[in-house]
């Protein structure tokens, strides 16, 4: 298991599955790539960027974020998005610091329906194997609808974690 795909949304399943991911790497001397997905059909901000948010932009995009409101201002979002996007990534490295040195971790952002862009990803690359947490920040089900689609269409192996 050379290369391992780990896609990262921010949630506690998420950073669970990179707790997994550190344990296999180490095994086998693994390079990871992490992904996350800036969901292009979500038509909400959903309020777990909040988290990941730098503090000026916090400040001023105030209105922006709220998401009782009717966004408008889609190019701000998406810039917003970015930066949120990256800070999850920048966060899962930090997770996998200790490997780091024998581990090469590499991080991309996609912009597409989750599912499909980690399917997608997936597929185009050499992986050996794709470790996920088993639900996102809704938290709701045992097994969310990202992970659910990705492991009905995926062909490489997975490993979903709780």
């Known amino acids: 298991m050379k290369n391992i795909l780990v896609p990262i949304d921010g949630s506690e399943c998420s950073f669970a599955a990179l707790d997994k991911t550190r344990e296999i790497a180490k095994a086998f001397d693994s390079r990871i790539v992490l992904i996350n997905v800036i969901d292009k059909h979500s038509g909400d901000f959903r309020l777990h ?13 105030e209105e922006l974020l709220d998401c009782k ?7 701000d979002e998406r ?12 966060d899962g490295k930090k997770i996998l610091s200790d490997i780091s040195e024998k581990v090469s971790i590499i991080s ?21 194997l794709v470790i996920i947490g088993s639900r996102g920040m809704t938290g709701t089900r045992s097994v969310g609808s990202v992970t659910r689609q990705v492991a009905l269409k995926i062909n490489t192996p997975l490993l979903i974690v709780k």
């Open 49 to 61: 960027y909040y988290n990941y948010i730098p503090q000026e932009i916090e400040k001023s995009g």
């Open 79 to 90: 810039e917003i998005r970015k930066v949120v996007s990256q800070r999850i990534l920048d």
């Open 108 to 128: 991309r952002i996609r912009s597409a329906s989750a599912a499909e862009s980690i399917v997608d990803f997936a597929g185009k690359n050499d992986f050996d």
């Open 69 to 75: 409101k009717n966004v408008r201002r889609a190019g």
